[in-house]
């Protein structure tokens, strides 16, 4: 599955399942009917307040596969709610945690993984709800499973739409300053934890305001594209290209050494013959964010005024 966008998608899912596990506790002790199935409820609200709190507490150290295997096991577990709702009300009453669910991997999933996640969504509760086989509910199932499909599609498109609007830089179409440093402050949270190597460069465009001044606004704006253009094609596919502001960039490089990141840079250079400089910086044990930039900020300037791009 892709990776989910943004910190907040594990704490949501936390969330989610707290509120259908406490959903689930209250409806064990004050059941609606006496057919409620009374000892599955305590066991999915006990579930759900367990897979949840430990969602909360680890939030900083999942993998992104994390999300991935809480929405398919919550998947399940409304599956096995909807075998033993042998009621019509019973049975379609699941819809609002379906929508719920189906709306958080729109959310916070590549649309589609999202797509997928709504598919086993509808097939586990399906062949829940067929092997309980309440009479009558047929019609009502078939529009809820529409309706999750659909809002799964509209709000994935719509979750797409705000996030490349969002983070990204409507001139150049690579990373903002804010996706970059969000994105790169997770990479460096993963190296110092795990020891991987993690490198950052600053890219600066050389007599750039010449261009500007000399061929206009159209030119430099022309050039910035085609530089962006050329380095996109050239980086490997975890390397993440920021645009940090005016004619600077920023390069986020995983399981990269210092000698790995010189090499990567020099092979940017054959992208376009418009000259620009690179300092590098990679990370220390306790680095912030500042400090690396930091450092790869005076390690450019250094170069600059010695003379060398890189």
Same mark, same amino acid.
């Given at each position: 599955?892709?990776?989910?966008?943004?910190?907040?998608?594990?704490?949501?899912?936390?969330?989610?399942?707290?509120?259908?596990? %406490?959903?689930?506790?209250?409806?064990?002790?004050?059941?609606?009917?006496?057919?409620?199935?009374?000892?599955?409820?305590?066991?999915?609200?006990?579930?759900?307040?367990?897979?949840?709190?430990?969602?909360?507490?680890?939030?900083? #150290? *999942?993998?992104?596969?994390?999300?991935?295997?809480?929405?398919?096991?919550?998947?399940?577990?409304?599956?096995?709610?909807?075998?033993?709702?042998?009621?019509?009300?019973?049975?379609?009453?699941?819809?609002?945690?379906?929508?719920?669910?189906?709306?958080?991997?729109?959310?916070?999933?590549?649309?589609?993984?999202? !797509?997928?996640?709504?598919?086993?969504?509808?097939?586990?509760?399906?062949?829940?709800?067929?092997?309980? %086989?309440? /009479?009558?509910?047929?019609?009502?199932?078939?529009? *809820?499973?529409?309706?999750? *499909?659909?809002?799964? #599609?509209?709000?994935?498109?719509?979750?797409?739409?705000?996030?490349?609007?969002?983070?990204?830089?409507?001139?150049?179409?690579? %990373?903002?300053? !804010?996706?970059?440093?969000?994105?790169? /402050?997770?990479?460096?949270?993963h190296a110092l934890r795990t020891g991987e190597p993690l490198t950052v460069?600053?890219?600066?465009? @050389?007599?750039?305001?010449?261009?500007?001044?000399?061929?206009?606004?159209?030119?430099?704006?022309?050039?910035?594209?085609?530089?962006?253009?050329?380095?996109?094609?050239?980086?490997?596919?975890?390397?993440?290209?920021?645009?940090?502001?005016?004619? #600077?960039?920023?390069?986020?490089?995983? %399981?990269?050494?210092?000698?790995?990141?010189?090499?990567?840079?020099?092979?940017?250079?054959?992208?376009?013959?418009?000259?620009? /400089?690179?300092?590098?910086?990679?990370?220390?044990?306790?680095?912030? *964010? @500042?400090?690396?930039?930091?450092?790869?900020?005076?390690?450019?300037? #250094?170069?600059?005024?010695?003379?060398?791009?890189?």
């Open positions: 599955m892709d990776r989910p966008h943004g910190a907040p998608a594990v704490p949501l899912l936390a969330a989610l399942y707290l509120v259908s596990g %406490a959903l689930c506790l209250a409806g064990a002790a004050w059941p609606v009917n006496p057919d409620a199935p009374v000892q599955l409820l305590w066991v999915l609200g006990c579930t759900g307040v367990g897979v949840g709190g430990v969602l909360a507490l680890l939030r900083d #150290e *999942l993998p992104a596969w994390a999300v991935d295997a809480g929405l398919f096991l919550m998947s399940l577990l409304i599956g096995v709610l909807a075998w033993r709702s042998v009621t019509q009300a019973g049975v379609v009453g699941l819809g609002p945690v379906m929508i719920a669910v189906a709306l958080y991997a729109a959310h916070v999933l590549p649309l589609p993984a999202a !797509r997928v996640h709504a598919v086993v969504l509808v097939t586990a509760t399906s062949a829940g709800a067929a092997a309980a %086989a309440p /009479s009558g509910f047929l019609p009502a199932w078939v529009a *809820l499973v529409v309706a999750v *499909l659909a809002l799964t #599609e509209v709000q994935g498109r719509l979750a797409r739409q705000l996030r490349d609007a969002a983070d990204t830089d409507p001139l150049t179409g690579v %990373a903002n300053r !804010r996706a970059w440093q969000a994105a790169t /402050s997770r990479h460096l949270a460069a600053i890219l600066d465009l @050389d007599h750039f305001k010449l261009v500007n001044d000399r061929d206009g606004h159209s030119a430099g704006d022309a050039l910035l594209r085609e530089l962006t253009a050329g380095w996109t094609g050239r980086l490997r596919h975890a390397d993440l290209l920021g645009r940090y502001g005016g004619d #600077e960039f920023v390069l986020c490089l995983p %399981a990269t050494d210092e000698a790995g990141a010189r090499d990567l840079v020099d092979r940017l250079r054959e992208a376009h013959g418009f000259g620009w /400089s690179a300092g590098l910086s990679t990370v220390r044990a306790g680095d912030t *964010l @500042d400090a690396v930039l930091r450092r790869a900020d005076e390690d450019l300037y #250094e170069r600059k005024r010695a003379g060398r791009a890189c």
